[in-house]
């Protein structure tokens, strides 16, 4: 049985040109970048290569992009150097965000740091926009992390007009873009934040290596200290093939987005009007039933109770297809999910998240429509 991988919010495949351009940094190109003499001098111009293509692409420069050992590094550095370092004292997230940033935070809240507090969401999981303005307007010079999409229930911020609010109100903004970067286009004269994210292997790109965009008006130290790697920022020896991976990814994704975006919003659409035909009271968590408010490569279904529902990934897994009950680290159970809980969802149904990518079939929409009905019963016309 070949199975089917609709798991693609917690990781992607590595595409094959990405894989190609990283082997000669494995074997061949092995200086370490730090060395003067030619074999570090040829590693660090190839980072310093991908630095200036990931900086095009988000239209600004290489001086502003560090690069890290993917999203939760980068979360945790931007919030710890900007929180500490600018003596910031109020602190707004919301429920639904990643533990990469809400765990953080709440350490900094539990050490006695901060006073965080959460922005108010609707029962979309959306985060309020008139709360948003008022609370900035009560607490000026704070921090803001909002991520830009859920990595569960797909839904999308107006980035731009959250870090122009931001910036009225000299509020630092960071915002989690783990699941738009390489899939929406982010043009950083636009957006007005601090600080966004990157990780290589949401967009086909490899596993451990991602980036901190850090704003050049924004001076923050390193998180991790030791050697005077990515210009003091982060000590450590680079992950070079990483790097050069994650820029490869990054050019992919860019080149060749609108077709891919056009594909897979298509497979998700599939599947909306699939399952809705064939399941009664199914329906889609937070917005991700309407493709414009929500990420096109997820789609979080809420299904009816029934005798298999307890069990539902585990038989879809035994079906062959690869679903996730929320965030990564629930993959394969369907232990509970701290979004779904902010949802305000009454029933307790089971929840599947089919996260979709551009190796992705119609077939592999229809294969899973057809497993998950084989667990309900099939409407009758
Ligand atoms: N933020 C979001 C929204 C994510 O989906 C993830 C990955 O699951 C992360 C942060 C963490 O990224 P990484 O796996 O690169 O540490």
Redesign the pocket.
Known sequence: MERIYLDN??TTKIDPEVLEAMQPYMYEYFGNPSSIHGHGREVRSAIEKSRKTIADLLNTSPSEIFFTS????A?NTALYCSIHQKNIKKVLTSRVE?H??LHPLQHLEKTGKIQLNYAELNDKGEVEMSFLKQWLEDNPESLVSL?HAN?EIGNLLDIEEVSWLCKQHKAVFHS?T??TMGHYVHNLQEIKAQHIVG?A??FHGPKGV?FLYINGDHKIHPFMHGGAQERNMRGGTENVYGIIGLAKAMEIAYRDMEAHRNHIEGLKERMIKGLSKAIDGVQFNGQSGDTDKSLYTVLNVRLPENDMSEMLLFNLDIKGISASGG??CSSGTNVGSHVIAELNIQENRPNVRFSFSKYNTVEDIDAAITAVVEMYSVKQD
């Open positions: 919010a917690a993917g999203g939760t590094e979360d990643h990469a940033v991520m990595n989690d783990v699941q990780s292997h949401k991602g965030s990564a």
